[in-house]
């Protein structure tokens, strides 16, 4: 099982500041299968990026992943204040697990 | 419009046996697979499985297998997560979630969740 390891546990930043996240896997993700997730507090997860770098549908552009093989990253470029929430990854290379997420927090 | 409704909120005692639902629509239901996501209090997300209802085939985390039962009717287009018998440590948010598209399992339409509260 590919383990994801995210970093940092929490990130306190202000608005308007860049954010970078990091997830490590424990084994290379095939095909750049990996994904990122916001979730805020009694919702449901939101997809963000797919495919390691693709946005999905309606996802704004300050949002984007980069990253292949063990290596992965979503910066968010200027922090707006809705978006400080707990972020995910996720790998479905083979079978699928998640990260242990990351908390953006307001400085 | 894709959506996923899932069943109500569930108090449980343990040992009890357990079925909860994902109903689909805005889609065609068999031609996408549905995962299920479990989220403790307070913690992390945790892939359970996976089933694509066209044909039952089913994929379960190592960590799942032989816990839970995934299944999925395609004549009601709803997916289950069954228990048969719970423990106390089953206590959580579950989550059901469609692949944002096709053969792509990053989860891109999800319900909104069904408590499970597992208590003597």
């Known amino acids: 099982e590919i383990v994801l390891t995210q970093s940092p546990g929490t990130l306190s930043l202000s608005p308007g500041e860049r954010a970078t996240l990091s997830c490590r896997a424990s084994?290379?993700?095939?095909?750049?299968?990996l994904a990122w997730y916001q979730q805020k507090p009694g919702q449901a997860p939101r997809l963000l990026i797919y495919?390691?770098?693709s946005r999905a549908t309606g996802i704004p552009d300050r949002f984007s992943g980069s990253g292949s093989g063990t290596d992965f990253t979503l910066t968010i470029s200027r922090l707006e204040p809705e978006d400080f929430a707990v972020y995910y990854c996720?790998?479905?290379?083979?079978?699928?697990?998640f990260g242990q997420g990351t908390r953006l927090e307001i400085k | 419009e894709v959506q996923l409704v899932q069943s109500g909120a569930e108090v449980k005692k343990p040992g009890e046996s357990l079925k909860i639902s994902c109903k689909g629509s805005?889609?065609?239901?068999?031609?996408?697979?549905i995962g299920w996501v479990r989220q403790m209090p307070g913690k992390g997300l945790e892939w359970m499985g996976i089933?694509?209802?066209?044909?039952?085939?089913?994929r379960y985390s190592p960590s799942f297998q032989g816990q839970v039962t995934i299944s999925a009717d395609k004549s009601i287009s709803t997916a289950y997560l069954q228990w048969s018998s719970l423990k106390a440590s089953d206590t959580a948010m579950y989550y059901c979630?469609?692949?944002?598209?096709?053969?792509?399992?990053?989860?891109?339409?999800w319900g909104q969740g069904t408590l499970v509260t597992v208590s003597s």
């Open positions: 089933i694509y209802p066209g044909d039952s085939d089913t």
């Open positions: 084994q290379s993700v095939s095909s750049a299968y």
């Open positions: 996720q790998q479905y290379g083979s079978s699928s697990t």
């Open positions: 979630a469609r692949e944002y598209s096709s053969e792509n399992w990053a989860l891109g339409y």
């Open positions: 495919g390691a770098s």
């Open positions: 805005g889609y065609r239901f068999t031609s996408y697979w």
